[in-house]
């Protein structure tokens, strides 16, 4: 399998790589690496969800839906 595009890690710069891609190339094949099955999430926020401050989608970087879609 092969990619026109890919991208190792997807913390916040893994995010702004894919979405500076697709703002010049919306066809393009793209992967994204990284040791996470989860989707993408802000590590400091963490602490913020296990002590229920936030919810689930308060710490994720983008939706599920953004990364089906890119």
């Known amino acids: ?6 991208i190792i890690g997807g913390s916040v710069g893994g995010v702004g790589a894919v979405e500076a891609i697709r703002g010049i190339d919306n ?9 996470e099955s989860f989707p993408q999430y802000s590590k400091p926020m963490i602490s913020e ?5 936030v919810r689930l989608e308060g ?12």
């Open 1 to 6: 399998m092969s990619f026109e595009y890919v």
């Open 49 to 53: 969800y296990v002590s229920e401050r």
């Open 27 to 35: 066809t393009g094949s793209l992967a994204v690496m990284s040791e």
């Open 59 to 70: 710490i994720v970087y983008r939706p599920v839906k953004f990364w089906e879609e890119n």
